[in-house]
């Protein structure tokens, strides 16, 4: 409400001042006025531009040396570092011909401004600056757009070679539920028409299904570090996106389909948490949270949906724990199978 107030003062004092300026105007009777623009007008327009100039490069290098704190920490994924090096040669070009460009543009506008007397030189075409400007992003969104296609083909390269753990990630709103395949590595059947909310099969799992019986239905993600996890996706209602940014990791969950993702995790989540950024952000933020009269925070990997599925989409997390083979085998070791967990009480 205070920063509404603010805006709207300021959009008022804003407003008061032109119309000042503009009495202003009008009380100098002797005053000359001209819709057609002087040298001098045409000067001053020029060193506007070489300002502005000034206040784009300005920005940005704020930006930079502000907010990149705000950026994730590396990754955590085996194909977590071509992403992250793909994307960060993308933004390199993408500064370097923002540089260019706009120097030129401004520069240009300052160079040829209108002059009493003076002509434009006018060019109908020519070629050899048109075959310049052309083939050289041509040859530049070639090289990304084929490197871009090999990485992706890499990532989304799902198949069963390594051993690879199997884990349904099942959305609906407003959350989580993993799906682990148990001993046998093979997820039993599903479908929403089977879910019974009276015997707790909140997934739908087909209960004549053998493979299906030692399935294991949490709602916190363990991995295990250096292990490959083939992931499958279902949605119970709307389009959810599984979304797990630290490992460079995303795919829609989009009802009526099974849809794909796979990766292998590289660093625990203790590891994570010595991580120089993770120790800066998690340092920063609680700060804030201490003003506030609020729990300190720690550092753990986290499932979001990424996309806006309805009004607690914000809320739609789940906590990820990368740790060691071991200690994933242990936890696994108490969880409940379905199976188990349809047995009637005794």
């Not at 300021?10 to 001209?34: C, D, G």
């Not at 002059?115 to 006018?122: H, I, N, P, T, Y």
């Amino acid at each position: 409400m205070t920063a509404l107030l603010t805006l709207t003062v300021l959009v008022l004092v804003a407003i008061a001042i032109w119309q000042m300026t503009k009495i202003f105007e009008l009380s100098q009777l002797k005053t000359e006025h001209t819709e057609v623009a002087t040298d001098n007008d045409n000067k001053n327009n020029g060193y506007l531009m070489f300002g502005f100039l000034v206040f784009i490069y300005g920005i940005t290098i704020f930006s930079f040396a502000k907010y990149t704190k705000m950026l994730l920490p590396e990754a955590a994924s085996e194909h977590g570092g071509e992403y992250d090096q793909l994307m960060w040669v993308s933004f390199a070009i993408i500064f370097f011909v923002q540089f260019i460009t706009q120097a030129l543009l401004h520069y240009f506008a300052y160079k040829y401004r209108g002059e009493k007397g003076k002509k434009a030189l006018f060019f109908a075409d020519n070629d050899r600056l048109e075959f310049i400007w052309t083939i050289i992003p041509v040859i530049v969104l070639a090289g990304l757009i084929l490197w871009g296609l090999y990485t992706w083909s890499n990532i989304m390269d799902v198949n069963d070679e390594d051993d690879p753990i199997i884990i349904e990630l099942y959305a609906q709103q407003f959350n989580w539920t993993a799906r682990y395949a148990g001993n046998d590595n093979v997820l039993g059947d599903a479908s929403v028409r089977l879910i019974d909310i009276d015997k707790a099969n909140v997934l739908g799992l087909d209960e004549s299904d053998p493979n299906g019986e030692d399935d294991v239905i949490v709602k916190e993600l363990h991995l295990p570090v250096g292990r490959k996890v083939n992931f499958k996706m279902r949605s119970q209602d709307v389009l959810h996106s599984a979304y797990m940014p630290h490992f460079r990791a995303q795919m829609n969950c989009v009802p009526g389909m099974i849809t794909q993702f796979s990766f292998t995790p590289t660093i625990t989540t203790e590891e994570m948490r010595l991580n120089p950024d993770v120790v800066d952000k998690v340092k920063r933020t609680n700060a804030i949270r201490a003003e506030n009269a609020q729990e300190p925070w720690e550092f753990d990997y986290v499932l979001l949906c990424n996309k806006i599925c309805g009004t607690s989409h914000y809320n739609m997390q789940m906590r990820i724990v990368v740790e060691t083979e071991e200690e994933f085998n242990n936890w696994m070791a108490e969880q409940t199978t379905f199976k188990a967990s349809m047995a009637p009480a005794e």
